[in-house]
């Protein structure tokens, strides 16, 4: 795997064009809503006249021919001339008025459906007509269609323009969605067709009544990608049916872009999915004609693909298509249009476009209406995770008889920066039941796919049992259960740093018995040792001598009245909050976030008598067993499986996850000693930041190589309290987690 690349030729394409832009923009060109979407088809016009110039469509320079010959070159005439030019464009060759100048009547007829709406357009300049000439000099017929919606979305933003690789769909990951839906079965049938004439004709009868539909398309990647694979497909049947270099007779049209639906919000990037798959069809019938010997029997004019652009977002699509075979598309984003640079102050006219898990639910809901689709969706990782996306994957299966067909766990692309993220995931979806599933799995982020034939894959993609996870208020394993903090840990008098505590206890030693090491739910992100001043166990006679303590509880006061007055005068009233409960016995506290690239989930492991903070979960009464199972690979790979996403990473709840920990039933006497040793060992390793005296912190996004020497020593003994064999990957360590849990739930609701 590589990264996104950034061809030179669609860069300069992406420079050449987003410099017209610029220039359009700075005529005034585009000020008002009515010229938003001329300045935008007029981009597309533009590629498009480059590209049919070097692909073959029209005579080799011909566009540009128009414009360096035919126009003045104060550029007072541009406009006339491109009107001219899309006029001619969009009529057939017959119907043309004679007086037309050789260098337009010998065009070719691209039909309405691209030229055919007449567009206000700008008045040129000199430097405008040199832009837009400049254009025709990019190498266009080095630029796949494929690009164009990755091309077009990064020219209104200079900045973007440099980062055109965010925007990179790339073929690899499309394929992941296509190869298994529908390709590797259509290309296994052509190979046992051999030359069978009659198996080989119905394969292309089959190939020719397929339908594709893309509810999110875009600018239509997966879509163009499709379509572009049943052409190829098509073509090698044909050389197969009637042999290399043999003319074929007459035939049919074959594949068309009819069979292609798509619907997009954004009237724009639809616009651009028309313009990549047209080009993509001119392309494979050029690839046709040449390798039957006789030209295509379509004409090159924009067929009927069925795009929809301002669709309803409410409209019941999922009753009201006509039969597909397969559904496909990108689910990994949410955005209401694409809000250009320059409309950012206009009201959005768009319906947020739908997509993720919700998206998928319609999918179920549609494929329940037409049993004999399937489909397959490129989605984000966060989808299959928490407890809300459950509920949806609960509803698809028992509601709508969807399983899952087949998947690719996690897997990374490149991003600009060089570095390789797993948040996304593919899953193939269909009410067929198919005795063995195929789930594909990484090791790394860029590591090629591992295939397995599984006999089910549940919708955390793994071949384990379907499990519903809920919050638990008690741990499923005999395990001290969470507690909660309650000292209040931010924005608070009562909370002092290192400097304030000493100040304070030499101006008022008596103070002491009432400050204590707090851990706030911060710590993880900012670990300076702080200390709260636990007011409500003053008592009342002691507060004369304590004029320092005095001060911050007015302090407190003042503000806490401040603050329930504007939510109502009653709130004033509220009555003291109890006591901070203070832990009488080491405990494990639980960072509320995991972030995504950490090999091991941080946590605290704090001395009796430090208060925990306000949101803070810990495990009273912690053991070094119980530290060390925390921070294994095995709780952590639980903890990244089940969370769901937020701004810090991972969101770990721990009546999600460590409640439902499926923790070993009686580990031996010598597996614990193993653990506490290993435990030790991480221990003395120093860390990256150093901690408060009673706080020790695990950092897991911290390994160094003695760091992870300890943590790896601590693993293997982790393991061995599970089951005698290691762990290979991640993966194996989710799917015996998972069928331990399902059959340590079953014991406890026998034993209810």
Known sequence: MSPAPADSATLQAVERLGQLFDGLRAAGFGDYPAQDRALEELLVRVACCCFAEDAGLFAAGQFRHLLETHTRPDGTDTAARLHQLFQTLSQPVGRRPPTLPPVLATLPCLGEALFGEVLPLPAFTAELRERLLACTHCPWAHISPLEFGALFQVLFDPYQRQHLGEHYMPEADVLKVVAPLFLDELRLDLARAGHDAARLDGLHARLATLRLFD???GSGAFLAVAYRELRQLELELLQARYGPGRPAPEAGPGVQLSQCTGLETDDFLGRVAELTLWLLDHQFNQRRAAALGRPHPRPPRAPGLH??????QDANWETGLPPIDYVLGDFTYRRQGLQRGWQLGRPALGHTHWS???GLLRVARYLAYAPGSRAAFLLPKNDLQGPTNANYWQEMQHEHGVVIQFAHRPFGRFLPNGRADASQVVVGIGRQAEPLKRLFAYDTPTSEARLRLVPHINHYLLAAPDVWFARRQRPLANVPALAFGNHPSEATHTLLDEGKHRALLAREPAAAPYLQHVLPFTFFRDNRSLWGA????????????LPGLRALRDAERQKSLAWSQQLSPEAAFRPEP????????????LPLGVQPDAAYLSAAYVAARVLPGSMVEYIPQATPYLFGMVISAMFSAWVRQLCGLWKYGYRNEGTFTYHNFPFPAAPSPAQLAEVDAAVAAVRAVRGPHPSPSPVYAFWGDYLSPERAAAAARLDAAIDRCFRPEPFATEQERLEFLFAA????????????
């Open 215 to 217: 509810p999110a398309c």
């Open 307 to 312: 795009l929809v652009h301002a669709f309803r």
């Open 534 to 545: 636990n007011l409500q166990a003053v008592p009342a006679a002691a507060w004369a001598h």
């Open 741 to 752: 849990y399902q059959q340590l739930a079953a014991v406890r609701d026998a034993a209810r």
């Open 578 to 589: 109890p006591p901070a409960a203070i832990p009488t016995s080491n405990y494990v506290a």
């Open 356 to 358: 993720g898990t919700g």
